[in-house]
């Protein structure tokens, strides 16, 4: 059970525990932060063994959101939620819409989305009982697959780093190693290719290659020797805790920069490791923001030539970041958490005297307004 050390810990506002034994709902939602907005987070469905195991996580994720949004300039705060169970046999629309009846019972404090276990299909059922969700189909007004944006995201980021390392952004002729050959994946491929970079690929399914190699060409990589590939860029687009003890040694890159969320193993010890390796790491939750860039625009009527627009942003944080750690000689995800806190410390300043609405539209000038959050 959540306690108050638990929370104080990391500064957490609330922690929700849903419990429905008809339907067999087990949920926790955790919202971290809401001085700069309604915290927005997924929902991720996973047979996390304990309790304690699932709290553990939804602390830390809705954490992370927080951070995200404040990196991204989003008027956003951070929040997550977990269901207990197993995404490949326990879903159902019962499931969906009491977690959604909770959701509402929130009243706009807490935004949830799909995430690792849920998807376009399940937000929808939470729809039917609460308008505090995203990531709907764009059929049903939402904004759908968020991959493109985010995508978008990590090649322009991968392009503020190149104009780091190497003093020009072109991509042209730069070896890219991909590990993942999903989603985000794809769509980055293809901004790549169509640079001119060339590209190395791999994923543990054949058919996800051979998906990509139908836009694209590409060297095809055994998903473990990725790691080894003598190429300028690495781009993590599969897993979390790549960047490890194990794989570091292995690296000739200069430069990391990939969708996959946590990459990270140990997040001080090894973002230290890099820095003093010389290798430039993007910290992976500026440069996979498109994915939450694009959900937030929902909030304001979808639009995915703005989302895209807004994801083009990641460049110029990413340059500050990047200069920060320069100058402070420390690594770049700690110059880039040094950014979010002094956003939320200057948004949280002015918080009393700040109207919270008029530059929202749509939905979030309506959460804005009552304010709910
Ligand atoms: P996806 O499931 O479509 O793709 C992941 C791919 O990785 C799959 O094809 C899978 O087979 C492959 N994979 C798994 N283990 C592997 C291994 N050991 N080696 C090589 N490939 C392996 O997921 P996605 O939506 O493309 O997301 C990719 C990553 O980006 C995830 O970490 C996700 O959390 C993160 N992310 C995604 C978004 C988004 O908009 N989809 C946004 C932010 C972050």
């Known amino acids: 059970m959540v306690n108050f050390e638990m929370m104080e810990a990391f500064n957490h506002e609330q922690v929700v525990y849903c419990s429905n034994k008809e339907t067999g709902l087990r949920a926790?939602?955790?919202?971290?932060?809401?001085?700069?907005?309604?915290?927005?987070g997924g929902t991720r469905?996973?047979?996390?063994?304990?309790?304690?195991?699932?709290?553990?996580?939804?602390?830390?994720?809705?954490?992370?959101?927080?951070?995200k949004?404040?990196?991204?300039?989003?008027?956003?705060?951070?929040?997550?939620?977990?269901?207990?169970?197993?995404?490949?046999?326990?879903?159902?629309?019962?499931?969906?819409?009491t977690f959604g009846?909770?959701?509402?019972?929130?009243?706009?404090?807490?935004?949830?989305?799909?995430?690792?276990?849920?998807?376009?299909?399940?937000m929808e059922y939470v729809r039917m009982e609460t308008k505090y969700v995203t990531g709907i189909s764009k059929a049903l007004g939402g904004s759908g697959d968020p991959s493109p944006v985010t995508a978008y995201g990590v090649y322009v980021g991968m392009k503020a780093c190149a104009h780091e390392k190497w003093g020009n952004d072109s991509l042209r002729g730069r070896k890219i190693a991909v590990q993942g050959a999903g989603h985000v994946a794809r769509y980055l491929c293809e901004h790549l290719y169509n640079e001119g970079a060339e590209l190395y690929i791999s994923d543990i399914i054949d058919s996800k290659v051979k998906k990509v190699l139908e836009t694209v060409k590409a060297h095809i990589v055994k998903p473990d020797e990725i790691y080894d590939v003598n190429a300028d860029i690495f781009a993590p687009t599969a897993l979390g805790a790549i960047i490890n003890d194990k794989t570091i040694p292995r690296f000739k890159f200069q430069i990391i920069a990939g969708g996959a969320n946590n990459?990270?193993?140990?997040?001080?010890?090894?973002?230290?490791?890099?820095?003093?390796?010389?290798?430039?790491?993007?910290?992976?939750?500026?440069?996979?923001?498109?994915?939450?860039i694009n959900v937030a625009n929902e909030l304001e009527g979808y639009r995915q030539d703005r989302a895209m627009k807004q994801a083009e942003g990641i460049y110029d944080i990413l340059t500050r970041?990047?200069?920060?750690?320069?100058?402070?000689?420390?690594?770049?995800?700690?110059?880039?958490?040094?950014?979010?806190?002094?956003?939320?410390?200057?948004?949280?300043?002015?918080r009393n005297i700040y109207s919270g609405s008029s530059n929202f539209s749509g939905r979030l000038g309506e959460l804005a307004r009552n304010k709910n959050f």
């Open 69 to 97: 949004a404040a990196v991204s300039g989003l008027n956003l705060g951070g929040g997550k939620a977990v269901i207990i169970g197993d995404s490949a046999t326990q879903k159902n629309e019962m499931l969906f819409r």
């Open 28 to 40: 926790i939602i955790a919202i971290h932060d809401t001085t700069l907005g309604p915290a927005l």
């Open 45 to 67: 469905m996973w047979n996390y063994s304990t309790s304690e195991e699932a709290l553990k996580d939804v602390l830390r994720l809705s954490r992370g959101m927080t951070y």
């Open 101 to 122: 009846k909770y959701v509402d019972g929130l009243a706009g404090r807490y935004i949830t989305a799909e995430d690792v276990g849920t998807d376009v299909k399940d």
């Open 321 to 350: 970041i990047m200069e920060i750690s320069q100058k402070e000689n420390i690594p770049t995800h700690s110059a880039s958490n040094k950014i979010a806190e002094e956003r939320l410390k200057q948004i949280g300043k002015i």
């Open 263 to 292: 990459q990270l193993e140990d997040e001080n010890r090894h973002g230290k490791i890099l820095l003093e390796k010389g290798i430039l790491y993007a910290p992976d939750y500026v440069i996979n923001s498109g994915g939450l």
